[in-house]
């Protein structure tokens, strides 16, 4: 773990960025952190960077204070990089992450290779804003910050049912609790509600998703002109694979959308037995055992045909052993 106060001594300006696509723990642990450098640092000027996320997360304190462009060349005296896997991942924010004089990577992933100059990396946290938590003194953070911590825990936990919630997870998801914050509102207002049209985008997913493998895998994809149809965007997408992932016998789910022609963003979850961050590692992307992506170029079912080559390998290699 690295201490936080000794990190920051001398410091003048400090950016903030995470992963592209911004989700539930990534925005979380960002501003969780922000909230937490602007109360306890004030001498210390501190900008936060994010791509555009979901509107249902804008009750946050402080996400009126994301910047989501990086038009301005900067240099900060430190750079934190939350929920980031590698460097590539941070987006158009990697330009802070190459002039900052010192950096700092706070993550997750198993796939992360410690990028940064400093590196707080746990491959069996539950989410980022876990790891932020274990940073803060516990009798400094605000209900404001409690809030964006418990969103970022409750989302990468699938609302504490998910294997990577512990102990640990469910007493720091308690002490936040004990902030005075509205934890159920939280988790239906930035994780079960959808709006009508990511429900129909879901919904013809579903419908048109097909199993592979004996029934062991199942997969499903959105292609641009449905996305235009539908007058849905990338962030509308979010819970389809876990939808898939829900089907009975299932042990992999994947669900890939066009983000350009021949070009698809691939989602993996696995139920137990796949390794699906070694499979998303194989195609230059990453993630966890349980959870990874990538992006891949090909036809849909070249995709796909490539991805499930990799799941009857591990498959069958688990039949051997047993």
């Given at each position: 773990?690295?201490?936080l106060n000794a990190e920051l001594k001398e410091v003048k300006?400090?950016?903030?960025?995470?992963?592209?696509?911004?989700?539930g723990d990534c925005v979380g642990s960002?501003?969780?952190l922000y909230l937490y450098l602007k109360k306890y640092f004030p001498e210390i000027k501190t900008e936060v960077y994010l791509e555009e996320f979901p509107e249902a997360f804008r009750f946050l304190e402080g996400s009126d204070q994301v910047?989501?462009?990086c038009d301005q060349t900067k240099e900060y005296d430190v750079f934190f990089c939350l929920d980031c896997g590698d460097e590539k991942r941070l987006g158009n924010a990697v330009k802070y992450f190459n002039t900052a004089k010192k950096t700092i990577?706070?993550?997750h992933h198993i796939s992360n290779q410690a990028f940064a100059q400093v590196n707080y990396i746990v491959p069996d946290a539950s989410?980022?804003?876990e790891l932020i938590f274990n940073l803060l003194e516990e009798t400094k953070i605000t209900k404001e910050m409690a809030e964006a911590l418990y969103m970022g825990i409750a989302h990468d936990t699938g609302v504490f049912k998910f294997s990577n919630t512990s102990s640990r997870t469910m007493e720091i998801a308690g002490k936040l609790m004990d902030k005075g914050i509205d934890f159920s509102t939280i988790v239906d207002d930035t994780y079960f509600i959808k709006s009508y049209i990511q429900n129909q985008i879901m919904g013809r997913a579903m419908l048109e998703s097909i199993m592979m493998l004996d029934g062991r895998v199942i997969f499903s994809a959105i292609r641009q002109k449905d996305m235009d149809f539908y007058g849905v965007g990338t962030m509308d997408l979010d819970g389809i694979v876990q939808q898939l992932r829900n089907t009975r016998g299932v042990e992999a789910a994947l669900f890939l959308y066009e983000t350009a022609p021949q070009e698809y963003k691939v989602s993996m979850r696995s139920n137990g037995k796949i390794d699906v961050?070694?499979?998303?590692?194989?195609?230059g992307g990453g993630g966890h055992v349980k959870a990874a992506g990538c992006t891949m170029q090909g036809s849909v079912y070249d995709v796909?045909?490539?991805l499930v080559k990799h799941i009857d390998k591990q498959l069958k290699q688990i039949k051997v052993t047993n």
């Amino acid at each position: 773990m690295i201490n936080l106060n000794a990190e920051l001594k001398e410091v003048k300006t400090a950016g903030i960025a995470g992963h592209i696509r911004p989700d539930g723990d990534c925005v979380g642990s960002c501003i969780g952190l922000y909230l937490y450098l602007k109360k306890y640092f004030p001498e210390i000027k501190t900008e936060v960077y994010l791509e555009e996320f979901p509107e249902a997360f804008r009750f946050l304190e402080g996400s009126d204070q994301v910047q989501h462009n990086c038009d301005q060349t900067k240099e900060y005296d430190v750079f934190f990089c939350l929920d980031c896997g590698d460097e590539k991942r941070l987006g158009n924010a990697v330009k802070y992450f190459n002039t900052a004089k010192k950096t700092i990577c706070i993550d997750h992933h198993i796939s992360n290779q410690a990028f940064a100059q400093v590196n707080y990396i746990v491959p069996d946290a539950s989410s980022t804003s876990e790891l932020i938590f274990n940073l803060l003194e516990e009798t400094k953070i605000t209900k404001e910050m409690a809030e964006a911590l418990y969103m970022g825990i409750a989302h990468d936990t699938g609302v504490f049912k998910f294997s990577n919630t512990s102990s640990r997870t469910m007493e720091i998801a308690g002490k936040l609790m004990d902030k005075g914050i509205d934890f159920s509102t939280i988790v239906d207002d930035t994780y079960f509600i959808k709006s009508y049209i990511q429900n129909q985008i879901m919904g013809r997913a579903m419908l048109e998703s097909i199993m592979m493998l004996d029934g062991r895998v199942i997969f499903s994809a959105i292609r641009q002109k449905d996305m235009d149809f539908y007058g849905v965007g990338t962030m509308d997408l979010d819970g389809i694979v876990q939808q898939l992932r829900n089907t009975r016998g299932v042990e992999a789910a994947l669900f890939l959308y066009e983000t350009a022609p021949q070009e698809y963003k691939v989602s993996m979850r696995s139920n137990g037995k796949i390794d699906v961050s070694q499979i998303a590692c194989y195609f230059g992307g990453g993630g966890h055992v349980k959870a990874a992506g990538c992006t891949m170029q090909g036809s849909v079912y070249d995709v796909v045909n490539n991805l499930v080559k990799h799941i009857d390998k591990q498959l069958k290699q688990i039949k051997v052993t047993n």
